[in-house]
């Protein structure tokens, strides 16, 4: 199935480990050649083979910053894969310098038993989850926000339509005239400050 996808989307995954997001970035992906998923874990591996946090989060995300900037200006949508459990990383990652961009903040949402199952078979244990108790925030307002519930396979196709429907549409609320004007460098400071507090 091929998507028609209406303008150049920046959108950004939040969710806790197993909640479904690379399925849903890599579907994305899949039904649409004008798309580029971004991971972040596979970035913070590939340069420092560590996991979250590694030892400078904050060049990580500039990189990331960087490379999806980069695929915009070229003409693809981008999706960054990411836990992005905090409300200051989810607007640094929804934030971008280039023009005319709808932005869209995905926040998947998975019941805590099946969350905790999903871990346990991939990891064998639930520790995971756990750790981002610890650092997950709700997602507070002044970005725009899509939630996706994908407990099972049949919740993940409902939500996934509602999303490309969206996606599809030329009208809907995320279109860039609707956006406040952000500043890029008062947001890399509160990033780079909140990565510092919280390493």
Request: include cysteine; charge should be positive; aromatic fraction near 10%.
């Amino acid at each position: 199935m091929s998507v028609a996808v209406k303008g150049l989307w920046n959108i950004v995954l939040s969710g806790y480990p197993k909640s479904g997001k690379t399925m849903l970035a890599n579907r994305l992906i899949a039904e649409n050649q004008f798309f580029a998923r971004i991971g972040v874990d596979e970035l913070r591996q590939m340069i420092f083979t560590e996991f979250p946090p590694c030892r400078d989060e904050f060049l990580i995300y500039l990189m990331i910053a960087e490379m999806r900037d980069t695929l915009l200006e070229k003409g693809y949508s981008v999706v960054v894969d990411s836990t992005a459990p905090d409300n200051v990383t989810r607007e640094f990652l929804t934030v971008t310098k280039v023009r005319h961009v709808n932005r869209l903040l995905v926040v998947l949402n998975v019941d805590r038993e099946v969350l905790i199952k999903r871990n346990i078979e991939k990891s064998g244990d639930a520790s995971a989850v756990f750790a981002w108790d610890k650092r997950w925030e709700e997602p507070r307002g002044g970005i725009p926000i899509f939630k996706f519930k994908s407990n099972d396979m049949t919740k993940f196709e409902a939500y996934y339509a509602r999303l490309i429907e969206l996606l599809e549409s030329e009208m809907h609320p995320f279109k860039p005239e609707f956006h406040p004007v952000i500043h890029l460098k008062e947001i890399r400071k509160a990033l780079k400050s909140f990565l510092k507090k919280n390493s």
